[in-house]
Protein backbone atom coordinates (compact mmCIF):
# COMPACT_ATOMS: atom_id res chain seq x y z
CA UNK A 1 0.00 0.00 0.00
CA UNK A 2 1.80 3.23 -0.87
CA UNK A 3 3.09 5.47 1.76
CA UNK A 4 1.55 3.20 4.72
CA UNK A 5 2.94 5.57 6.90
CA UNK A 6 0.15 8.11 6.13
CA UNK A 7 -2.50 5.49 6.42
CA UNK A 8 -1.19 4.51 9.64
CA UNK A 9 -1.18 8.04 11.24
CA UNK A 10 -4.96 7.99 9.50
CA UNK A 11 -5.62 5.38 11.82
CA UNK A 12 -4.96 5.86 15.74
CA UNK A 13 -4.11 8.88 18.91
CA UNK A 14 -2.85 8.45 22.72
CA UNK A 15 -1.65 9.80 26.29
CA UNK A 16 0.13 7.89 29.11
CA UNK A 17 -3.13 7.49 29.39
CA UNK A 18 -4.40 6.46 25.98
CA UNK A 19 -8.00 7.58 25.91
CA UNK A 20 -10.55 8.20 23.38
CA UNK A 21 -14.05 9.84 22.95
CA UNK A 22 -16.03 7.76 25.56
CA UNK A 23 -19.88 6.18 24.85
CA UNK A 24 -22.57 8.79 25.42
CA UNK A 25 -26.75 7.88 25.20
CA UNK A 26 -26.55 7.93 21.55
CA UNK A 27 -24.05 4.75 21.33
CA UNK A 28 -26.99 2.19 22.08
CA UNK A 29 -24.55 -0.07 23.14
CA UNK A 30 -23.44 -0.89 26.48
CA UNK A 31 -20.16 -0.10 27.94
CA UNK A 32 -20.22 -3.64 29.38
CA UNK A 33 -20.91 -5.06 26.05
CA UNK A 34 -18.16 -2.86 24.25
CA UNK A 35 -15.62 -3.84 26.76
CA UNK A 36 -16.21 -7.74 26.27
CA UNK A 37 -16.07 -7.32 22.63
CA UNK A 38 -12.40 -6.38 22.88
CA UNK A 39 -11.12 -9.16 24.86
CA UNK A 40 -8.45 -7.64 26.52
CA UNK A 41 -10.85 -6.37 29.72
CA UNK A 42 -11.61 -6.99 33.18
CA UNK A 43 -15.02 -7.05 33.62
CA UNK A 44 -16.73 -5.72 36.95
CA UNK A 45 -13.49 -4.19 37.78
CA UNK A 46 -14.44 -0.46 36.27
CA UNK A 47 -16.74 2.28 35.64
CA UNK A 48 -18.45 2.96 32.12
CA UNK A 49 -16.99 4.54 29.39
CA UNK A 50 -19.73 7.14 29.30
CA UNK A 51 -19.98 7.01 33.39
CA UNK A 52 -16.12 7.99 33.99
CA UNK A 53 -16.33 7.65 38.00
CA UNK A 54 -13.45 8.81 39.59
CA UNK A 55 -10.92 5.59 40.57
CA UNK A 56 -10.72 6.03 44.28
CA UNK A 57 -8.77 2.76 45.01
CA UNK A 58 -6.76 -0.21 43.89
CA UNK A 59 -8.48 -3.26 45.29
CA UNK A 60 -6.10 -4.84 47.90
CA UNK A 61 -3.70 -2.25 47.70
CA UNK A 62 -3.90 0.10 50.91
CA UNK A 63 -3.18 3.42 51.46
CA UNK A 64 -2.02 4.17 48.00
CA UNK A 65 -3.41 7.44 45.69
CA UNK A 66 -3.38 8.05 42.07
CA UNK A 67 -0.52 10.27 41.20
CA UNK A 68 -0.31 10.51 37.54
CA UNK A 69 -1.80 9.30 34.46
CA UNK A 70 -1.06 8.99 30.59
CA UNK A 71 -3.88 8.41 28.27
CA UNK A 72 -3.50 7.94 24.69
CA UNK A 73 -6.60 8.03 22.53
CA UNK A 74 -7.67 7.61 18.77
CA UNK A 75 -9.49 10.52 16.72
CA UNK A 76 -12.90 10.51 16.91
CA UNK A 77 -15.32 10.18 14.05
CA UNK A 78 -14.12 11.02 10.63
CA UNK A 79 -16.00 10.91 7.37
CA UNK A 80 -15.23 8.60 4.39
CA UNK A 81 -18.39 9.02 2.78
CA UNK A 82 -22.20 7.74 1.25
CA UNK A 83 -25.77 8.12 3.05
CA UNK A 84 -28.55 6.46 5.02
CA UNK A 85 -28.08 2.73 6.11
CA UNK A 86 -27.55 2.71 10.25
CA UNK A 87 -29.23 5.29 12.25
CA UNK A 88 -27.11 7.57 13.68
CA UNK A 89 -27.95 6.57 17.30
CA UNK A 90 -26.18 3.29 16.48
CA UNK A 91 -22.13 4.94 17.55
CA UNK A 92 -19.53 2.58 18.78
CA UNK A 93 -16.63 3.33 21.35
CA UNK A 94 -14.17 5.62 19.53
CA UNK A 95 -10.50 6.10 19.30
CA UNK A 96 -10.41 9.03 17.89
CA UNK A 97 -13.86 10.82 17.07
CA UNK A 98 -15.40 10.53 13.76
CA UNK A 99 -14.10 11.30 10.40
CA UNK A 100 -13.92 11.28 6.94
CA UNK A 101 -13.03 8.34 5.15
CA UNK A 102 -9.12 8.70 3.92
CA UNK A 103 -10.14 7.61 0.42
CA UNK A 104 -12.94 8.37 -2.22
CA UNK A 105 -12.78 3.97 -2.74
CA UNK A 106 -15.80 2.13 -2.04
CA UNK A 107 -18.54 5.11 -3.20
CA UNK A 108 -17.40 7.29 -0.41
CA UNK A 109 -17.40 10.05 -3.63
CA UNK A 110 -21.33 9.42 -3.92
CA UNK A 111 -22.62 10.50 -0.64
CA UNK A 112 -23.54 14.12 0.70
CA UNK A 113 -20.58 14.60 3.68
CA UNK A 114 -22.03 17.88 5.18
CA UNK A 115 -21.69 16.93 8.53
CA UNK A 116 -18.09 19.09 8.88
CA UNK A 117 -19.52 22.49 9.83
CA UNK A 118 -16.58 23.10 12.35
CA UNK A 119 -18.79 25.26 14.68
CA UNK A 120 -18.59 23.86 18.07
CA UNK A 121 -17.43 25.90 20.54
CA UNK A 122 -14.05 24.81 21.67
CA UNK A 123 -11.24 26.04 24.26
CA UNK A 124 -8.66 27.84 22.66
CA UNK A 125 -5.75 25.68 21.55
CA UNK A 126 -1.75 27.16 20.48
CA UNK A 127 -0.02 24.47 18.58
CA UNK A 128 3.58 24.56 18.74
CA UNK A 129 6.74 22.10 17.39
CA UNK A 130 7.97 20.38 20.18
CA UNK A 131 11.47 22.41 20.45
CA UNK A 132 8.49 25.57 20.86
CA UNK A 133 9.01 26.76 17.56
CA UNK A 134 5.53 27.30 15.23
CA UNK A 135 3.73 24.59 14.17
CA UNK A 136 5.09 23.14 10.79
CA UNK A 137 3.09 22.23 7.92
CA UNK A 138 2.45 18.12 7.62
CA UNK A 139 2.62 16.92 4.27
CA UNK A 140 -0.07 13.91 4.65
CA UNK A 141 -2.15 16.54 6.08
CA UNK A 142 -2.14 18.94 3.07
CA UNK A 143 -2.96 16.07 0.97
CA UNK A 144 -6.30 14.83 3.09
CA UNK A 145 -6.84 18.63 2.95
CA UNK A 146 -6.85 18.77 -0.76
CA UNK A 147 -9.12 15.71 -1.03
CA UNK A 148 -12.89 17.42 -1.31
CA UNK A 149 -16.25 15.30 -0.80
CA UNK A 150 -19.15 16.16 -1.71
CA UNK A 151 -20.73 18.36 0.94
CA UNK A 152 -18.23 19.83 2.10
CA UNK A 153 -15.69 17.49 4.01
CA UNK A 154 -12.42 16.71 3.24
CA UNK A 155 -10.68 13.29 3.62
CA UNK A 156 -10.11 12.07 6.94
CA UNK A 157 -11.67 15.49 8.64
CA UNK A 158 -13.37 15.35 12.14
CA UNK A 159 -16.97 15.60 11.54
CA UNK A 160 -19.26 17.45 14.01
CA UNK A 161 -20.02 13.87 15.41
CA UNK A 162 -16.36 13.35 15.84
CA UNK A 163 -16.26 16.63 17.81
CA UNK A 164 -18.70 15.76 20.36
CA UNK A 165 -17.19 12.82 20.69
CA UNK A 166 -14.25 14.09 21.48
CA UNK A 167 -15.96 16.95 24.17
CA UNK A 168 -17.74 13.80 25.46
CA UNK A 169 -14.41 11.66 26.03
CA UNK A 170 -13.37 15.13 27.69
CA UNK A 171 -16.34 14.70 30.07
CA UNK A 172 -15.53 11.36 31.06
CA UNK A 173 -11.45 11.85 31.94
CA UNK A 174 -12.46 15.30 33.95
CA UNK A 175 -15.00 12.85 36.10
CA UNK A 176 -12.36 10.69 36.07
CA UNK A 177 -9.22 12.61 37.07
CA UNK A 178 -10.85 15.85 38.43
CA UNK A 179 -10.07 16.10 41.32
CA UNK A 180 -8.40 13.29 41.79
CA UNK A 181 -5.18 14.40 40.27
CA UNK A 182 -5.94 17.94 39.05
CA UNK A 183 -7.87 20.77 40.96
CA UNK A 184 -11.68 21.58 39.72
CA UNK A 185 -9.90 24.95 38.40
CA UNK A 186 -6.96 24.27 37.07
CA UNK A 187 -5.78 25.81 33.81
CA UNK A 188 -5.18 23.65 31.23
CA UNK A 189 -1.50 23.97 30.64
CA UNK A 190 2.01 22.86 32.03
CA UNK A 191 3.29 22.03 34.31
CA UNK A 192 0.35 19.50 35.89
CA UNK A 193 -0.65 18.72 32.21
CA UNK A 194 1.10 17.94 28.77
CA UNK A 195 -0.81 17.68 25.53
CA UNK A 196 1.44 16.15 22.71
CA UNK A 197 -0.92 15.47 19.14
CA UNK A 198 0.36 13.93 15.69
CA UNK A 199 0.39 17.08 13.52
CA UNK A 200 -2.86 15.96 11.49
CA UNK A 201 -5.99 18.33 11.92
CA UNK A 202 -8.02 15.52 12.87
CA UNK A 203 -6.01 14.65 15.69
CA UNK A 204 -5.21 18.21 17.09
CA UNK A 205 -8.94 18.89 17.00
CA UNK A 206 -9.83 15.36 18.92
CA UNK A 207 -7.43 16.94 21.39
CA UNK A 208 -9.20 20.11 21.67
CA UNK A 209 -12.44 18.45 22.43
CA UNK A 210 -10.91 16.57 24.54
CA UNK A 211 -9.71 19.61 26.34
CA UNK A 212 -12.98 21.15 26.15
CA UNK A 213 -14.30 18.58 27.89
CA UNK A 214 -12.22 18.33 30.40
CA UNK A 215 -11.46 21.85 31.51
CA UNK A 216 -15.20 23.36 30.73
CA UNK A 217 -14.96 26.40 33.05
CA UNK A 218 -12.02 27.88 30.21
CA UNK A 219 -13.52 27.65 27.18
CA UNK A 220 -14.36 31.68 26.15
CA UNK A 221 -13.11 32.77 29.74
CA UNK A 222 -10.57 35.40 28.82
CA UNK A 223 -8.17 35.01 31.68
CA UNK A 224 -7.06 31.26 30.60
CA UNK A 225 -4.14 31.76 28.36
CA UNK A 226 -4.53 28.84 25.07
CA UNK A 227 -3.86 25.51 25.81
CA UNK A 228 -0.77 24.17 24.39
CA UNK A 229 -0.51 21.47 22.14
CA UNK A 230 2.89 20.01 21.23
CA UNK A 231 3.48 18.33 17.15
CA UNK A 232 6.30 16.70 15.90
CA UNK A 233 7.70 16.93 12.25
CA UNK A 234 6.20 14.27 10.08
CA UNK A 235 10.05 12.63 9.50
CA UNK A 236 10.28 12.55 13.14
CA UNK A 237 7.01 11.45 14.72
CA UNK A 238 6.30 8.89 17.10
CA UNK A 239 3.01 8.89 17.77
CA UNK A 240 2.07 6.18 15.52
CA UNK A 241 4.54 3.60 13.21
CA UNK A 242 5.93 5.96 11.23
CA UNK A 243 7.75 4.01 8.39
CA UNK A 244 9.25 6.96 6.48
CA UNK A 245 10.71 7.66 9.62
CA UNK A 246 12.04 4.27 10.28
CA UNK A 247 13.29 2.27 7.52
CA UNK A 248 13.71 -0.95 9.13
CA UNK A 249 9.97 -0.93 10.16
CA UNK A 250 8.66 -0.09 6.54
CA UNK A 251 10.80 -3.17 5.36
CA UNK A 252 8.98 -5.42 8.54
CA UNK A 253 5.86 -4.41 7.48
CA UNK A 254 5.97 -4.93 3.99
CA UNK A 255 7.85 -8.07 4.57
CA UNK A 256 4.57 -9.49 6.94
CA UNK A 257 2.10 -7.85 4.50
CA UNK A 258 3.12 -9.27 2.16
CA UNK A 259 3.54 -12.46 3.32
CA UNK A 260 -0.88 -12.42 3.91
CA UNK A 261 -0.80 -12.31 0.55
CA UNK A 262 1.21 -15.01 -0.83
CA UNK A 263 -0.81 -18.14 -1.88
CA UNK A 264 0.14 -19.70 1.74
CA UNK A 265 -0.51 -16.78 3.32
CA UNK A 266 -4.07 -16.28 2.19
CA UNK A 267 -4.76 -19.56 2.66
CA UNK A 268 -4.12 -19.14 6.09
CA UNK A 269 -5.70 -16.32 6.91
CA UNK A 270 -9.12 -17.06 5.24
CA UNK A 271 -9.07 -20.44 6.63
CA UNK A 272 -9.30 -18.93 9.74
CA UNK A 273 -11.78 -16.34 9.04
CA UNK A 274 -14.14 -18.44 6.34
CA UNK A 275 -17.36 -18.16 8.11
CA UNK A 276 -16.99 -14.70 8.28
CA UNK A 277 -15.67 -14.22 4.41
CA UNK A 278 -18.28 -16.04 3.36
CA UNK A 279 -20.89 -14.12 4.86
CA UNK A 280 -19.06 -10.83 3.65
CA UNK A 281 -18.90 -12.63 -0.21
CA UNK A 282 -22.53 -12.89 0.18
CA UNK A 283 -23.55 -9.24 1.32
CA UNK A 284 -20.86 -7.30 -0.60
CA UNK A 285 -22.61 -6.78 -4.21
CA UNK A 286 -19.81 -4.27 -5.83
CA UNK A 287 -16.59 -5.80 -7.39
CA UNK A 288 -14.63 -3.40 -5.94
CA UNK A 289 -15.63 -4.32 -2.81
CA UNK A 290 -15.38 -8.19 -3.48
CA UNK A 291 -11.99 -7.08 -4.59
CA UNK A 292 -10.87 -5.91 -0.83
CA UNK A 293 -11.79 -8.97 0.42
CA UNK A 294 -9.41 -10.75 -1.07
CA UNK A 295 -6.13 -8.42 0.31
CA UNK A 296 -5.25 -8.38 3.73
CA UNK A 297 -4.78 -4.33 3.39
CA UNK A 298 -8.04 -4.44 1.42
CA UNK A 299 -9.65 -5.47 4.62
CA UNK A 300 -8.24 -2.51 6.36
CA UNK A 301 -9.61 -0.56 3.57
CA UNK A 302 -12.98 -1.84 4.47
CA UNK A 303 -12.93 -1.45 7.48
CA UNK A 304 -12.33 2.25 7.20
CA UNK A 305 -15.05 2.83 4.97
CA UNK A 306 -17.75 0.71 6.67
CA UNK A 307 -16.69 2.41 10.26
CA UNK A 308 -17.25 6.49 9.08
CA UNK A 309 -20.08 5.21 7.35
CA UNK A 310 -21.85 3.42 10.04
CA UNK A 311 -21.00 6.03 12.44
CA UNK A 312 -22.52 8.69 10.29
CA UNK A 313 -25.89 7.16 9.66
CA UNK A 314 -24.99 6.66 5.93
CA UNK A 315 -26.05 3.55 3.92
CA UNK A 316 -24.28 0.48 4.33
CA UNK A 317 -21.61 -1.32 1.46
CA UNK A 318 -23.94 -3.60 -0.34
CA UNK A 319 -26.32 -5.45 2.60
CA UNK A 320 -23.67 -5.63 5.42
CA UNK A 321 -25.10 -5.78 8.57
CA UNK A 322 -23.79 -4.17 12.26
CA UNK A 323 -22.44 -7.79 12.51
CA UNK A 324 -20.62 -7.93 9.42
CA UNK A 325 -19.15 -4.59 10.03
CA UNK A 326 -17.92 -6.32 13.75
CA UNK A 327 -16.64 -9.10 11.35
CA UNK A 328 -14.82 -6.86 8.96
CA UNK A 329 -13.11 -5.21 12.27
CA UNK A 330 -11.81 -8.66 13.75
CA UNK A 331 -10.12 -9.49 10.93
CA UNK A 332 -8.70 -6.38 10.45
CA UNK A 333 -7.42 -6.53 13.90
CA UNK A 334 -6.01 -10.17 13.40
CA UNK A 335 -4.06 -9.08 10.50
CA UNK A 336 -2.77 -6.03 11.51
CA UNK A 337 -1.48 -7.40 15.48
CA UNK A 338 0.26 -10.20 13.43
CA UNK A 339 2.31 -7.28 11.43
CA UNK A 340 2.99 -5.77 14.32
CA UNK A 341 4.00 -9.20 16.27
CA UNK A 342 5.58 -10.70 13.44
CA UNK A 343 3.53 -13.69 13.72
CA UNK A 344 5.09 -14.20 17.55
CA UNK A 345 1.69 -13.72 19.48
CA UNK A 346 -0.08 -15.63 16.85
CA UNK A 347 -0.59 -19.51 17.21
CA UNK A 348 -1.22 -20.51 13.01
CA UNK A 349 0.83 -18.40 11.51
CA UNK A 350 1.38 -18.43 7.75
CA UNK A 351 4.70 -20.03 6.84
CA UNK A 352 6.02 -17.38 4.82
CA UNK A 353 5.58 -14.55 7.38
CA UNK A 354 9.42 -14.23 8.67
CA UNK A 355 10.57 -11.60 6.85
CA UNK A 356 14.48 -11.84 7.10
CA UNK A 357 17.25 -13.46 9.31
CA UNK A 358 17.65 -12.05 12.30
CA UNK A 359 14.37 -10.64 13.17
CA UNK A 360 13.83 -10.29 16.99
CA UNK A 361 10.48 -11.31 18.94
CA UNK A 362 8.74 -7.94 19.72
CA UNK A 363 10.58 -5.90 17.47
CA UNK A 364 7.71 -4.56 15.42
CA UNK A 365 5.92 -3.58 18.32
CA UNK A 366 9.33 -1.77 19.51
CA UNK A 367 9.93 0.49 16.33
CA UNK A 368 6.47 1.05 16.49
CA UNK A 369 5.36 2.23 19.90
CA UNK A 370 8.85 1.93 21.68
CA UNK A 371 9.56 5.37 22.10
CA UNK A 372 5.93 6.47 23.51
CA UNK A 373 6.39 3.24 26.08
CA UNK A 374 10.15 5.10 26.50
CA UNK A 375 8.18 8.21 27.08
CA UNK A 376 5.51 6.66 29.68
CA UNK A 377 8.12 5.16 31.69
CA UNK A 378 10.37 7.45 32.14
CA UNK A 379 7.68 10.02 32.91
CA UNK A 380 6.02 7.87 35.88
CA UNK A 381 9.89 7.10 37.38
CA UNK A 382 10.29 10.63 37.01
CA UNK A 383 7.29 11.64 38.97
CA UNK A 384 7.70 8.58 41.48
CA UNK A 385 11.07 10.34 42.31
CA UNK A 386 9.86 13.54 43.35
CA UNK A 387 11.25 14.84 40.10
CA UNK A 388 8.16 16.22 37.77
CA UNK A 389 4.56 17.60 38.98
CA UNK A 390 2.89 16.54 36.19
CA UNK A 391 -0.07 14.70 37.11
CA UNK A 392 -1.72 14.31 33.24
CA UNK A 393 -0.43 13.70 29.55
CA UNK A 394 -3.02 13.50 27.25
CA UNK A 395 -1.42 12.12 23.68
CA UNK A 396 -3.88 12.23 20.73
CA UNK A 397 -3.02 9.32 18.37
CA UNK A 398 -4.79 6.49 15.99
CA UNK A 399 -5.57 3.53 16.14
CA UNK A 400 -2.20 2.24 14.62
CA UNK A 401 -1.45 3.31 18.00
CA UNK A 402 -3.89 2.10 20.44
CA UNK A 403 -3.75 -1.19 18.98
CA UNK A 404 0.29 -1.76 19.29
CA UNK A 405 -0.10 -0.58 23.02
CA UNK A 406 -2.63 -3.13 23.69
CA UNK A 407 -0.08 -5.57 22.05
CA UNK A 408 2.77 -4.39 24.03
CA UNK A 409 0.97 -4.56 27.50
CA UNK A 410 0.06 -7.99 26.52
CA UNK A 411 3.53 -9.38 24.98
CA UNK A 412 4.45 -11.54 27.81
CA UNK A 413 1.40 -13.35 28.08
CA UNK A 414 0.35 -16.63 26.21
CA UNK A 415 -1.79 -16.37 23.39
CA UNK A 416 -5.99 -17.32 23.51
CA UNK A 417 -6.87 -18.27 20.25
CA UNK A 418 -10.13 -17.79 19.29
CA UNK A 419 -12.42 -16.96 16.37
CA UNK A 420 -15.95 -16.00 17.94
CA UNK A 421 -17.36 -13.56 15.62
CA UNK A 422 -16.90 -10.45 18.40
CA UNK A 423 -12.62 -10.86 18.49
CA UNK A 424 -9.83 -11.89 16.77
CA UNK A 425 -7.70 -14.62 16.96
CA UNK A 426 -5.35 -12.22 18.43
CA UNK A 427 -5.63 -12.84 21.82
CA UNK A 428 -9.14 -11.82 21.38
CA UNK A 429 -8.62 -8.52 20.49
CA UNK A 430 -10.45 -6.12 17.74
CA UNK A 431 -9.91 -2.65 15.80
CA UNK A 432 -10.03 -0.13 17.91
CA UNK A 433 -13.23 1.91 17.82
CA UNK A 434 -13.48 5.80 17.15
CA UNK A 435 -12.59 8.00 20.31
CA UNK A 436 -10.99 4.80 21.59
CA UNK A 437 -8.28 5.59 25.01
CA UNK A 438 -6.07 3.92 26.45
CA UNK A 439 -4.52 5.19 30.11
CA UNK A 440 -1.34 4.27 32.32
CA UNK A 441 -2.31 5.65 35.22
CA UNK A 442 0.72 5.24 38.36
CA UNK A 443 -0.64 4.96 41.68
CA UNK A 444 1.64 5.87 45.32
CA UNK A 445 1.66 5.80 48.35
CA UNK A 446 -0.83 8.14 50.31
CA UNK A 447 1.51 9.87 52.49
CA UNK A 448 3.52 10.97 49.36
CA UNK A 449 3.18 15.00 47.86
CA UNK A 450 5.11 15.81 44.35
CA UNK A 451 7.58 18.68 44.62
CA UNK A 452 9.67 17.99 41.64
CA UNK A 453 11.17 20.47 38.68
CA UNK A 454 9.09 19.90 35.23
CA UNK A 455 9.29 16.86 32.83
CA UNK A 456 8.63 17.94 29.17
CA UNK A 457 6.70 14.40 28.48
CA UNK A 458 5.84 13.92 24.85
CA UNK A 459 9.28 15.51 23.88
CA UNK A 460 12.05 12.85 23.02
CA UNK A 461 14.80 13.66 24.76
CA UNK A 462 17.30 12.99 21.48
CA UNK A 463 15.30 15.56 19.64
CA UNK A 464 14.60 18.23 22.30
CA UNK A 465 18.39 18.22 23.76
CA UNK A 466 18.31 17.62 27.52
CA UNK A 467 14.69 17.83 28.53
CA UNK A 468 15.75 17.39 32.19
CA UNK A 469 19.34 19.31 32.95
CA UNK A 470 20.49 15.98 35.31
CA UNK A 471 20.51 12.75 33.58
CA UNK A 472 17.26 10.63 34.61
CA UNK A 473 18.88 7.91 37.31
CA UNK A 474 17.37 5.03 38.21
CA UNK A 475 15.71 5.40 41.48
CA UNK A 476 17.70 5.07 45.08
CA UNK A 477 16.11 2.71 46.15
CA UNK A 478 14.22 -0.14 44.43
CA UNK A 479 11.82 -0.41 46.97
CA UNK A 480 10.55 3.30 45.96
CA UNK A 481 9.75 1.51 42.50
CA UNK A 482 7.62 -1.57 44.31
CA UNK A 483 5.61 1.06 46.68
CA UNK A 484 4.36 2.47 42.94
CA UNK A 485 2.36 0.47 41.03
CA UNK A 486 1.29 0.74 37.28
CA UNK A 487 -2.65 -0.01 36.30
CA UNK A 488 -3.76 0.15 32.58
CA UNK A 489 -7.30 1.11 31.30
CA UNK A 490 -8.74 0.61 28.20
CA UNK A 491 -12.09 2.55 27.67
CA UNK A 492 -13.19 2.61 31.25
CA UNK A 493 -12.68 -0.83 32.58
CA UNK A 494 -8.93 -2.95 33.79
CA UNK A 495 -6.26 -4.27 31.24
CA UNK A 496 -4.87 -7.04 33.65
CA UNK A 497 -0.95 -6.62 33.31
CA UNK A 498 1.07 -10.01 33.01
CA UNK A 499 2.80 -8.66 35.81
CA UNK A 500 -0.04 -8.13 38.15
CA UNK A 501 -0.19 -12.24 38.23
CA UNK A 502 -3.88 -12.15 38.57
CA UNK A 503 -4.56 -9.86 41.91
CA UNK A 504 -7.96 -8.19 41.17
CA UNK A 505 -7.15 -5.12 40.69
CA UNK A 506 -5.14 -6.05 37.60
CA UNK A 507 -2.12 -3.68 38.26
CA UNK A 508 1.84 -4.71 39.26
CA UNK A 509 4.62 -2.31 40.82
CA UNK A 510 6.17 0.02 38.90
CA UNK A 511 9.84 -1.60 39.03
CA UNK A 512 8.12 -4.73 37.63
CA UNK A 513 6.05 -2.41 34.85
CA UNK A 514 9.14 -1.46 33.49
CA UNK A 515 11.07 -4.78 33.63
CA UNK A 516 8.45 -5.68 31.68
CA UNK A 517 8.46 -3.29 28.86
CA UNK A 518 12.33 -2.91 28.73
CA UNK A 519 12.74 -4.96 25.58
CA UNK A 520 9.94 -2.77 23.52
CA UNK A 521 12.18 0.03 24.85
CA UNK A 522 14.45 1.09 22.02
CA UNK A 523 18.14 2.04 23.42
CA UNK A 524 18.70 4.09 19.97
CA UNK A 525 15.96 4.62 17.90
CA UNK A 526 17.72 5.52 14.83
CA UNK A 527 20.42 2.49 14.80
CA UNK A 528 17.52 0.32 15.47
CA UNK A 529 15.43 1.59 12.03
CA UNK A 530 18.73 1.47 10.33
CA UNK A 531 18.27 -1.34 7.40
CA UNK A 532 21.57 -3.38 7.68
CA UNK A 533 24.03 -3.53 4.19
CA UNK A 534 24.40 -6.92 3.36
CA UNK A 535 28.22 -8.04 4.32
CA UNK A 536 29.67 -9.24 1.21
CA UNK A 537 32.48 -11.98 1.48
CA UNK A 538 36.04 -11.07 0.71
CA UNK A 539 37.09 -11.52 -3.15
CA UNK A 540 40.10 -14.43 -3.34
Given amino acids: MPRRSVALAALVPSVVVV ?14 TALAESGHVQQGSSSHVSGGSAPHALPGVPDVELKQAHVVFRYACVFTGTTGRYPVTRVYPRRH ?3 AP ?14 CSGKANLLAVKVHALDGGPQMQSAADARQRAGALPGGCHLGQLSDLGVQQAIDLGTTLRARYIPALLPPSASPRPPLLAVRSSNLQRTVATASGVLTGMFPHAVGSSATRPAEIR ?14 ACPRLKNLWAAYSGAWDTPAGKAAWKATWAKQLDELGGVLTDPEHREALGRAWGIVELLDHTTSRQAHGLPALGNMTPSNVDDV ?15 HMQAAEPPTST ?3 GVVPGEGLKLAVGRLLADMTSS ?12 VALYAAHDTTVLPLLLALRSSESPRSSSSRSGSVESGLTWPPYASWLALELWAPTRET ?35 YVRAIYNGAVVPLPCARGQPHGACPLAEFTSSMRALLPKDFHAECTIPRPKHSASV
Fill in 329 to 343: RAIAAHLVSHMFTGG
Fill in 102 to 115: LSTKHGSGDADWSV
Fill in 355 to 357: PAA
Fill in 97 to 99: GAR
Fill in 450 to 484: AHAEPHAIGVDAAEQGSTNKAPVQPLEHQAVQQQH
Fill in 380 to 391: MEAAASHRSPLR
Fill in 231 to 244: VAHDDVEWLFPNTD
Fill in 19 to 32: CAASLNARAGASNS
